[in-house]
């Protein structure tokens, strides 16, 4: 089972700043990454997939990348909206699909 | 436009039953693979189950196997998950959720709460 670490745990950050999200795998996913945005109460969003391709809809402020073990979500200039919990998932080698155990953008 | 709209969930006693249906429209349902993924109060995104197109390829993650079933009906959009012998640690929002391993789309949740 691949497993996904996320760093931070928890992201303190003010509108306007820039946010970045660390998710490094056990072993290689090669690109085969992707970033979820889960807010309270909701469903989760498809952010990005295979490590830096935007889902759709998603505004340019978000980005990824990275490859193999190590990859980065950034979020360029906090929006109200985006303080919310982040996920990466591996689709690498499964099953079992994994997630991180999330990074929570809170607002400082 | 696409939408997944779990149900089924409720409150039931540790080692009970409960069958979990999520209703999908907007989209052709037979042409996509589909999954199971929850969430325990308090603790991230866990995958469940996966079923393929015509339901001739199903996987488990290993805390549920041998208890929960995937199953699908094409001809009703509806996917379906079957919980058996249920334990307090399955207390969670279970979602439903369409991808071959990336999830556009999801539902909004059905809440399992197991009591013991």
């Known amino acids: 089972e691949i497993v996904l670490t996320q760093s931070p745990a928890t992201l303190s950050l003010s509108p306007g700043e820039r946010a970045t999200l660390s998710c490094r795998a056990s072993q290689s996913v090669n690109n085969y990454l992707a970033w979820y945005q889960h807010r309270p109460g909701q469903a989760p969003r498809l952010l990005i997939y295979d490590a830096s391709n935007r889902a759709t809809g998603i505004p340019t402020r978000f980005s990824g990348s990275g490859s193999g073990t190590d990859f980065t979500l950034t979020i360029s200039s906090l929006e109200p909206e985006d303080f919310a919990v982040y996920y990466c998932q591996q689709r690498s080698n499964w099953p079992p699909l994994t997630f991180g155990g999330g990074t929570k953008v809170e607002i400082k | 436009e696409v939408q997944l709209v779990e149900s089924g969930g409720g409150l039931v006693q540790s080692g009970g039953s409960l069958r979990l249906s999520c209703v999908a429209s907007?989209?052709?349902?037979?042409?996509?693979?589909m999954h199971w993924v929850r969430q325990a109060p308090g603790e991230g995104l866990e995958w469940v189950s996966y079923i393929t197109l015509s339901s001739t390829t199903v996987y488990y993650a290993d805390s549920v196997k041998g208890r929960f079933t995937i199953s699908r009906d094409n001809a009703k959009n509806s996917l379906f998950l079957q919980m058996n012998r249920l334990r307090a640690e399955d207390t969670a929002v279970y979602y439903c959720a369409r991808g071959n391993g990336n999830y556009e789309y999801w539902g909004q949740g059905t809440l399992v709460t197991v009591s013991s």
């Open positions: 907007g989209f052709a349902f037979s042409s996509y693979s």
